[in-house]
T-cell receptor, first 115, second 114 residues
Framework: NAGVTQTPKFRVLKTGQSMTLLCAQDMNHEYMYWYRQDPGMGLRLIHYSVGEGTTAKGEVPDGYNVSRLKKQNFLLGLESAAPSQTSVYFCASSYPGQGYNYGYTFGSGTRLTVV | GDSVTQMEGPVTLSEEAFLTINCTYT??????LFWYVQYPGEGLQLLLK?????DKGSNKGFEATYRKETTSFHLEKGSVQVSDSAVYFCALSDSRVGANNLFFGTGTRLTVIP
């Protein structure tokens, strides 16, 4: 059981470049989430999805786009990377209602540096 | 809105010392409360949870009790080990908000020295 898999694990981008982070889950979860983790700020929700073809904004959505074309995949895109987007990005997933009772399953993270 | 306030670190303890990491929350509904642990270079793992007032979550020697009257969910362990060195996050989920979104505290880094 792979759980939640994130690719890549590390990436260095130049300011203005674009990239896509991939999150894949094999647990048939309906809900998927993208968080960013910054020192002293904990985890903040960027975007989330409650099912295939749906997405919604979280707390810090600016500068990011997402897509959920397949139930098992949730993509996070940076169209024009900025140094402020240097962070560790975590993907998570859950069943409907599971988050309230059981929390989420997290991936191992992508460390992104924008120079 | 919903929020979690967590004891700032870092915390350094000697092996076998008693651990407390404070966590208080603000929520308009009846949230579930969680502690997650992040070991170096890894993602977050659920450590324990409590879904209603007075519930006690426990796992791997860690405990936390959901106190509605003080809006708190403090993490405790009686005797820490070097292997407990990690970052600990308190979180809440309010079923009325979005897709059961989790709100996290800022994290507390624990270092246990031999």
């Amino acid at each position: 059981n792979a759980g939640v898999t994130q690719t890549p694990k590390f990436r260095v981008l130049k300011t203005g470049q674009s990239m896509t982070l991939l999150c894949a889950q094999d647990m048939n979860h309906e809900y998927m989430y993208w968080y960013r983790q910054d020192p002293g700020m904990g985890l903040r929700l960027i975007h989330y999805s409650v099912g295939e073809g749906t997405t919604a904004k979280g707390e810090v959505p600016d500068g990011y786009n997402v897509s959920r074309l397949k139930k098992q995949n949730f993509l996070l895109g940076l169209e024009s990377a900025a140094p402020s987007q240097t962070s560790v990005y975590f993907c998570a997933s859950s069943y409907p209602g599971q988050g309230y009772n059981y929390g989420y399953t997290f991936g191992s993270g992508t460390r992104l540096t924008v120079v | 809105g919903d929020s979690v306030t967590q004891m700032e670190g870092p915390v350094t303890l000697s092996e076998e010392a008693f651990l407390t990491i404070n966590c208080t929350y603000t929520a308009t509904g009846y949230p579930s409360l969680f502690w997650y642990v992040q070991y170096p270079g890894e993602g977050l793992q659920l450590l324990l949870k409590a879904t209603k007032a007075d519930d006690k979550g426990s796992n791997k020697g860690f405990e936390a009790t959901y106190r509605k009257e003080t809006t708190s969910f403090h993490l405790e362990k009686g005797s820490v080990q070097v292997s407990d060195s990690a970052v600990y996050f308190c979180a809440l989920s309010d079923s009325r908000v979005g897709a059961n979104n989790l709100f996290f505290g800022t994290g507390t880094r624990l270092t246990v020295i031999p």
